[in-house]
């Protein structure tokens, strides 16, 4: 859905005609690309476009403007720039935060304040209040916004709110009047901007009603889209008991918390002092960067910006309260946390997340299961999922909501542009045969990037060396430990310190932002698979805890495929071996040193479990064979 210029909007261009030509495009695409170039591309006796604007409200808006509601006191606009000048508007924002007919946390003043403290640039806030006049007045709206550095305004929250909105307090037919006077006083202010984004507008929004009304009368002063954006499923029990009561009956849910309960030390519970809650805090982050680093995908907790806000949030007292933070933990140990809000029976799924470690237990499950025990006896009216269509989410859902994003440009051209590049972000959900040729792009980019990876990893060299070994084993080099008893390990240098045990994915996930070119989405997806065998991993750190040295440990028999086809010897074909696998030093003078090191302490455990221990290279990597000698290993006779 989109509009142009209502009638009152005087838009001309001084300009000579032109003929373009726009094929394989959508078709509103095309429409709006036509009428942007033709306007924009016009030659002028400059050679500038030459755009003239000028906008006046209808009257019946500009009568309403006086309606009893406003007239009793004359109201004024002002904009607040600073979190300093927001602060001094707490109590009005909590008044008409009060008198809204959804009071969502995301509108809250304390999330608002929050929010701009922690992303918005000093003097990039952009709030507006239509009050009555006088030092010391009251608010009759709030509409909280930022603009960035490209102009480019949106609403307070935006990226961290599932629903957002206006706060307003005068009477329905009074709404778009006031409404539009805001958005007269923001082109006044800013007569550079070039987008305003409303975006998660619920559809009983008091804004999105709003937009909607006036955009069927033809009075907004530009040009705009609306479309539908995030789907959010909900349970709508209305205080019945039986809605959660079969949600708690099907079998997923009862196999895997029946399953986890028989663990000794299992607990769930609410955390409900602010103190544990920063410290839980930090277990939601670590697992958080370790499920997306697993996924190849980066956590919004890398920001450090979205871990700062959340501790603000926990900080402010009349706000914990309405924080509904629980975790799940066996023998003392957090393995699943959710961090979600709890509101006049209204329960809002926010941010769950769990230990990657325990994922065959499906944690996340077991604490979904918890909660709606939990929220069983609270009369509870909802248990909102908010954005998001992960399949979990269908499986409880008794209905959906529809959340719209409406869209204002300060010209046709820039609707185009904007347009367009949504509809390349969108192809690969499109039907047909655009919709395949968008999914096949994606598919190339990310293969490419984790071929890219690999290089880093790698190197050429290395990973030619890999490609020749599907075809022929000669290029790698087998060797066995082989040292002269008795064996010893000899002391780690000063300033360095290992740890060596199970594989910990939260561990990775935080050495992943440490070492991003060695720990790649390829390589955490092999720890995953790696840590379900009962794989090892030992890990160097200097004294600043960066890691130097990773190798892992691989325990099996020898006889399996792939040590099959690195020719392992025969006679040991029915016993147990190690395998040294992936291992990585940081370039530098004691390079040599920590890797033999390494080595020669991985080979020892070995021996210790009475196993032999192999180690691959390639032939011509002179570095890694004499590593290895120096540990004790030699070449492993073929049988």
Aim: include cysteine; aromatic fraction near 10%; glycine fraction near 4%.
């Amino acid at each position: 859905m989109g509009g142009e210029f209502p009638y009152n909007h005087d838009f001309s261009v001084t300009s000579r005609k032109a003929k373009f030509s726009i094929k394989k495009l959508p078709k509103q695409l095309r429409l709006d690309m036509r009428k942007a170039l033709v306007r924009i591309f016009e030659k002028t006796k400059q050679g500038n476009r030459v755009l003239k604007s000028t906008y006046s409200m209808p009257e019946d808006l500009q009568h309403n403007m006086r309606s009893p509601s406003l007239s009793d006191n004359e109201s004024e606009i002002i904009i607040l720039h600073s979190v300093s000048e927001l602060a001094e508007w707490r109590a009005e924002w909590e008044r008409l935060w009060s008198v809204q007919s959804f009071r969502s946390v995301f509108q809250h003043f304390a999330w608002s304040e929050a929010w701009a403290k922690c992303f918005v640039a000093p003097d990039k806030l952009f709030v507006i209040v239509v009050k009555e006049s006088g030092a010391q007045s009251r608010a009759h709206a709030i509409l909280p916004m930022w603009v960035n550095a490209d102009q480019e305004f949106s609403l307070l929250g935006e990226g961290s709110s599932d629903y957002q909105d206006l706060l307003c307090d005068v009477q329905t037919d009074d709404v778009d009047a006031v409404f539009l006077s805001m958005l007269g006083r923001l082109i006044e202010s800013r007569p550079h901007w070039k987008r305003i984004l409303f975006n998660e507008l619920r559809e009983d929004s008091i804004l999105l009603r709003s937009l909607r009304r006036l955009a069927a009368r033809n009075a907004l002063p530009f040009v705009w889209i609306e479309k539908a954006s995030s789907r959010c499923p909900v349970v709508l029990t209305n205080g019945r008991n039986e809605v959660i009561e079969n949600i708690l009956k099907k079998k997923s849910l009862r196999r895997h918390y029946n399953g986890m309960k028989k663990i000794p030390g299992f607990r769930y519970r609410r955390i409900d002092s602010p103190v544990e809650a920063k410290i839980v805090l930090n277990s939601l982050v670590d697992q958080h960067i370790a499920r997306w680093a697993i996924n190849g995908v980066p956590s919004l907790f890398e920001d450090q910006r979205n871990v700062e806000f959340y501790q603000k949030l926990i900080a402010i007292p009349n706000f914990f309260s309405l924080i509904h933070f629980s975790v799940i933990e066996i023998q003392n140990q957090i393995i699943a946390t959710h961090f979600g809000f709890l509101k006049n029976g209204i329960f809002i799924w926010y941010k769950p997340t769990f230990d990657p470690n325990f994922d065959r237990s499906s944690p996340g499950e077991v604490l979904m299961y918890c909660m709606f025990q939990e929220l069983k006896s609270s009369r509870l009216a909802e248990f909102d999922f908010t954005r998001g269509e992960e399949s979990f989410k269908s499986r409880f859902a008794t209905n959906v909501r529809q959340n719209y994003d409406f869209a204002a440009f300060a010209s046709t051209f820039d609707r185009a542009k904007f347009s367009a590049v949504n509809y390349m972000r969108e192809s690969d959900q499109q039907e047909g045969i655009i919709g395949h040729v968008g999914a096949f792009l994606k598919s190339i980019f990310r293969r490419l990037r984790r071929i890219n990876e690999e290089f880093a990893m790698q190197g050429i060299r290395s990973i030619g060396s890999r490609l020749k070994g599907k075809f022929a084993t000669s290029d790698l080099v087998k060797l066995v430990f082989s040292p002269d008893l008795p064996v010893q390990v000899p002391e780690l240098a000063d300033g360095l310190h290992f740890s060596c045990g199970a594989i910990d994915l939260i561990l990775l996930g935080k050495i992943s932002l440490l070492r991003p070119t060695y720990l790649s989405t390829s390589m955490l997806e092999k720890a995953v698979s790696r840590r379900k065998r009962g794989d090892r991993l030992l890990i160097i750190r200097n004294s600043a805890g960066m890691p130097v040295h990773f190798s892992w440990l691989c325990s099996r028999r020898d006889y399996e495929e792939k040590d099959r086809a690195r020719e392992i010897p025969r006679t040991d074909s029915c016993e147990m071996v190690n395998i040294i696998k992936d291992s990585w030093t940081e370039a530098g003078k004691a390079q040599n040193d920590i890797c033999s090191w390494a080595l020669r302490y991985l080979a020892t455990l070995g021996t210790r479990e009475n196993r032999k221990t192999y180690f691959f290279c390639g032939s011509s990597d002179s570095v890694a064979l004499g590593d290895a000698k120096n540990a004790g290993f030699r070449r492993a006779e073929r049988q």
